[in-house]
């Protein structure tokens, strides 16, 4: 059996695809390099705006168009969630799984060898995964190794329609995160990313350690190159993972999602904390961690953004310690708080705060990058097409020649150049 894996959206879903990938090799299958050389074409949706809905009901148009005769169309993910009856009407998709029923997935699938004539949504579960059944999932990738430790969120702030795809917070167990962990270290992997829909809530629904106290015995397993964490939310950002920050092998890198810097707008997302919180916090970890690379999310035309809330916005963010941007235009989601007032923001006005906000994260991008002109870093080596390339612990992407560098293996590359679009480096002998 061939199979084909489209995903669309965050890296969750990219998480999910590759487990998923990694779980049909281990039965059997083979990866088809092309949708129409596929049996069983599988594509995760995403849900995060109307736009993310019109490109999933494109894609999975695309897929029926290339499905093999007796082949089989499987729609996954968020979308699928929220809409499998939108997408059961589009003609020829045969399985609509949504988060809920994920697990299933490498059945179905594998069933498809045996009885192709499946019925859509086939019993799925009742209820997204318990905290007992939850458990640490990690795939490899090409030169660094994902860990994924918690699923769903809590938080159900006003915009956000990830609680209802994706069910509430749940952690993985420590030992079982260890454990994997020392596995991956086994296979060989210099890096490792922690990931989670909601990192910062890892542990609330269990008692466990929190985040701070399972980075902390990640830091410490035998034979760990780095740690990478992924998105964390910035109240959740304790004393103990900032002091974390000085230790060597944690990369100086954090993603703090923001979404705006008007207390007013934050106020009514429901996001819990002020713009001075949110300043408070990046700023303790600019000062335990000199060089940190700072990312955070922002959401421009929500109902409450007027013009002077927005230029509060990008003023605010000018002056602080953050370094780049994901912009991402509001987009009223059926069943989150902020749908019931509307979408007052014209597209007009939203397309040209984004596209400043993208400019304004471009230039402090720039300004980071030439900083870091002249040092020598660890990277770690990617190959393709035969053009080497890797990250900084502290997220930029270096290219240089890839004289003496093994894909996936640390190598120090001192910076020599930065433009826009890139950051180039040599091999420091």
Not at 177 to 191: C, H, M, P, S
Not at 388 to 397: A, E, I, K, P, Q
Request: proline share 5%; glycine share 10%; hydrophobic share 35%.
């Amino acid at each position: 059996m061939k199979f084909h894996i489209k995903t669309l959206g965050c890296k969750i879903n990219q998480f999910d695809a590759a487990a998923l990938g990694e779980s049909l090799s281990a039965r059997g299958g083979q990866a088809a390099a092309l949708p129409n050389e596929a049996d069983v074409q599988v594509i995760f949706t995403c849900t995060v705006t109307g736009k993310s809905d019109y490109q999933c009901r494109r894609e999975i148009r695309r897929a029926v168009r290339a499905k093999k005769p007796g082949g089989m169309v499987l729609v996954a993910g968020c979308y699928a969630q929220v809409a499998p009856d939108v997408i059961k009407g589009i003609g020829g998709v045969d399985v609509v799984v949504g988060n809920d029923g994920r697990g299933n997935i490498p059945d179905i699938v594998g069933a498809q060898l045996i009885a192709p004539a499946i019925p859509i949504n086939p019993a799925p579960a009742n209820c997204f995964e318990s905290a007992d059944s939850h458990f640490a999932q990690a795939v490899g990738g090409r030169s660094r190794a994902f860990l994924k430790v918690q699923e769903g969120c809590d938080s159900f702030c006003s915009y956000c329609i990830v609680p209802y795809t994706r069910g509430r917070s749940r952690s993985a167990r420590p030992e079982d995160v260890l454990a994997k962990t020392d596995e991956l270290i086994a296979r060989g992997y210099y890096e490792i990313v922690l990931t989670g829909v909601h990192l910062g809530a890892y542990g609330k629904d269990s008692g466990d350690a929190r985040l701070s106290g399972l980075v902390l015995k990640l830091l410490e397993r035998p034979g760990l190159g780095r740690l990478r964490i992924s998105s964390v939310e910035p109240m959740e950002i304790d004393e103990a993972l900032i002091d974390l920050t000085r230790h060597e092998k944690l990369c100086r890198h954090f993603h703090v999602p923001l979404q705006s810097a008007s207390d007013r707008v934050l106020a009514s997302m429901g996001r819990g904390y002020t713009w001075e919180d949110y300043l408070s916090v990046v700023k303790k970890i600019e000062k335990a961690a000199p060089g940190a690379c700072i990312g955070a999310d922002v959401i421009v035309g929500y109902p409450a953004e007027d013009e002077d809330a927005f230029e509060e916005t990008l003023r605010r963010i000018d002056d602080s310690p953050i370094n780049y941007l994901h912009v991402f235009s509001y987009s009223p989601r059926k069943g989150t708080r902020a749908y019931a007032i509307g979408d007052p923001v014209p597209g007009d006005a939203k397309r040209e705060r984004s596209e400043r906000l993208r400019e304004l994260g471009n230039k402090k991008n720039i300004d980071f990058r030439f900083s870091l002109v002249g040092k020598t870093m660890t990277v770690v080596a990617e190959e393709k097409d035969g053009k080497f390339s890797g990250l900084t612990d502290n997220y930029v992407r270096v290219a240089f020649h890839g004289k003496n560098a093994a894909p996936g293996r640390p190598i120090d590359v001192k910076i020599i150049g930065v433009d826009r679009a890139s950051t180039t480096g040599i091999i420091d002998a």
